[in-house]
Every structure is written in C-alpha cells, then in structure tokens.
C-alpha cells in the first residue's frame, strides 16, 4: 500500500527556463513560435512568474510577446538573462532590453567565461551596466564552486546559476541566491528511451549506464513508496537544499503538469545522492558538460 503524503504545489520556487523554446542544441523538437508561446503563457497561469532567458537562446521576442498577449508588462516579472562574456556583451544587453521593452532586467547573468582575464573584464562590464539601471543585479552561470566563491568576494554578485541533478550533484554557493538548473538532467530521468543528442552525454555511455539505471530504480521506488511520480521526487530532491529557484524546462504544454513535491525525508535524500554520486564518478569533467574548469 502506498504511502501518500501531502504534497505542495511549488510553482513560487520555480523559474521557466526558456531554452528548449529556442537554441536547445538537439535536445528538444524544434516547435513554433506559437507553441512556444502557449508554453510560456501555461507555466504564467501556473503561478511561474520568473523566466530565464538569453541573446543565445532567441527566446527574448517570444517572451515579450506571450507576456503582452496575456496583458502582462515585462516588468511585472523576473527575467534572469544570461549573455556571453565576449567584447559584444553589452551590445547584446541592449539588444536584449529592446525585444524585451523594457528599461532593466532583475539580473544580469555573466555565462561561460573561458579565461580569467575574459572573466574579470566581464564582471567589471557587468558592474557598469547595473550601475547603469539596466539590471538590478548581476549573476554568474555554470562556474565551478571554488571559482563562484572568488569572484563574489570581489563582485557585486547576487545569483549563482549552476547544474545540480542526481546524475551530478553540486553544491550551491553560501550567500548567493543559488538559481539550480538540470534537475531532470535534462528530461533524461523522465525518459526511459533516449533518441535524441541526450544519448551523448556521459550517464548513457556504457561504464556509467548502469549506475544511471540503478539511479532511476532508487527514485522509482521512492515515488512508489511516497505515492508520488519520478518528476514530483527530483522536484523535492531539487528543494532539499532551499535553493532561491529552480529552473525547469519544457518543450511542450504537458511538461508543466505535476509541479508538487512531496516532502522528502533526509534518508530518502541521501539514497539518491548516494546513487548520483556514483554516476558523477564517470564523468571525465568538474562540468557535466564537455568545457573543462580544473587547473584554471
């Protein structure tokens, strides 16, 4: 017999990710602008009022443009816009204020830096354009834990952006307002047969797959026992921690249902962190992606 308890609707924690609507690099089926649109408005009446964006993604039209149909102004929500640390950063801001008619961003997210000298220069350019009224905070996306606590010593920083799933767990960063992404490690936990360039990344490459495997029976049985569906629990393993947001991504309308988690018992938690550290041990990077961070 199963155990249901209580579950919450979570959609105050949440942040829409923006970009499986726009540049998601294969992992999604390229949809419409309107089916996109219709994503954004769904995850609005939700209750999810909060939405991360950027110039790479080509999703700030899309969303200045759900937000008027529904006769929202962009400044009646947040916007996290992430841009690259490259001489052309604040051209892209601009850009970016003007698709989305507004004058500020709530943050200003510095993404990939590649060196320190590229890094700092951003940071101070950053400084510049909040000081400017053009964001009213700046943040860093997908540093390494031991990178994000220099740079904010120095910075002005107020948001950390980082991966943080089961099939690699992070820590979030004291101090900050920690905005963790990838907690279905990109859908690959919802989906049991992979046909797109999700197969590539490492939890499906032959040494780590069974310990992926082992990694979704653990949180199949939590569900069972909780009542609860495998997205509710990496929703509450998400939370644990008490991150600002999480941010969560949807290629499609049905994507938004079930955004509940059930309480999750420290034990519970520690049996699928204890799954995903094993997974993270195959991974040849400090970043679940392929860039690099050691040594720098």
């Not at 199963?2 to 919450?8: H, N, S, Y």
């Not at 149909?69 to 850009?95: H, I, L, Q």
């Amino acid at each position: 017999m199963f155990r249901i308890l209580q579950k919450k609707m979570t959609t105050d924690k949440l942040t829409l990710g923006l970009w499986a609507l726009g540049n998601s690099e294969g992992f999604h089926s390229k949809i419409t602008a309107r089916e996109a649109k219709d994503i954004i408005k769904t995850a609005y009446k939700k209750g999810i009022h909060s939405f991360d964006s950027a110039f790479s993604y080509n999703t700030d039209n899309l969303l200045y443009s759900a937000l008027r149909e529904m006769g929202v102004k962009t400044e009646d929500v947040e916007v996290f816009e992430k841009v690259m640390p490259y001489k052309s950063m604040r051209r892209k801001v601009e850009a970016s204020l003007r698709a989305l008619r507004t004058e500020r961003l709530t943050s200003l997210i510095i993404h990939w830096p590649s060196t320190e000298e590229q890094l700092f220069s951003a940071l101070k350019d950053a400084e510049g354009i909040m000081e400017e009224g053009k964001c009213s905070s700046i943040g860093i996306s997908n540093f390494p834990h031991s990178l994000a606590r220099r740079v904010e010593k120095d910075f002005q920083i107020s948001y950390n952006e980082y991966f943080s799933a089961p099939t690699f767990p992070s820590s979030p960063v004291e101090g900050l307002r920690n905005l963790k992404y990838g907690i279905f490690s990109f859908g690959s936990l919802l989906k049991d047969d992979m046909q797109d360039a999700r197969k590539d990344l490492f939890y499906h490459q032959k040494e780590a797959l069974p310990s992926f495997l082992s990694l979704k029976r653990t949180i199949d049985e939590i569900a069972k026992e909780k009542g609860a569906s495998r997205k509710e629990i990496l929703i509450s393993f998400a939370l644990y921690d008490n991150p600002h947001r999480i941010i969560i991504g949807a290629g499609r309308k049905e994507h938004l249902d079930a955004l509940e988690a059930p309480p999750l018992e420290e034990r519970y938690y520690s049996a699928i962190m204890e799954e995903g550290m094993k997974v993270a041990s195959y991974n040849e990077s400090d970043n679940v992606f392929s860039h690099n961070w050691r040594g720098r």
